[in-house]
């Protein structure tokens, strides 16, 4: 059920769909409390961005499956590192791991 239940999840990211939000929310609200409690004003597209990197997609994954260029992403990493002030010799990926 969990694995049905997270392919549905990457199939969501990789369509880019706005169902993705809402569906990661039913499942994982923990993850949105956690984010919330370091940052609580997060705009849903950084948290849908936040998703991604949660699920470990690379930097030109998410450039693919979002429409953008990885350049921007790259910057997206960076401002989402300010806002949650993650040191910039920290692995974003694994500080996602280990803190949401």
């Known amino acids: 059920m969990k694995n049905l239940a997270e392919d549905e999840i990457l199939r969501l990211a990789k369509e880019n769909s706005p169902r993705l939000l809402s569906k990661y ?9 956690k984010l919330a409690l370091i940052q609580f004003n997060l705009q849903n597209s950084e ?3 936040c998703i991604y990197l949660k699920l470990n997609l690379s930097t030109k994954e998410i450039a693919t499956y979002t ?6 992403v790259q910057n997206r990493k960076n401002r989402i590192r300010k806002k949650l002030n993650i040191e910039s010799s920290i692995d974003i990926y694994k500080w996602f791991d280990e803190h949401l």
Request: aromatic share 22%.
């Open 25 to 33: 929310k039913s499942l994982h609200p923990d993850f949105f409390e």
């Open 47 to 49: 948290l849908i961005f």
């Open 67 to 72: 429409f953008v260029t990885p350049k921007a």
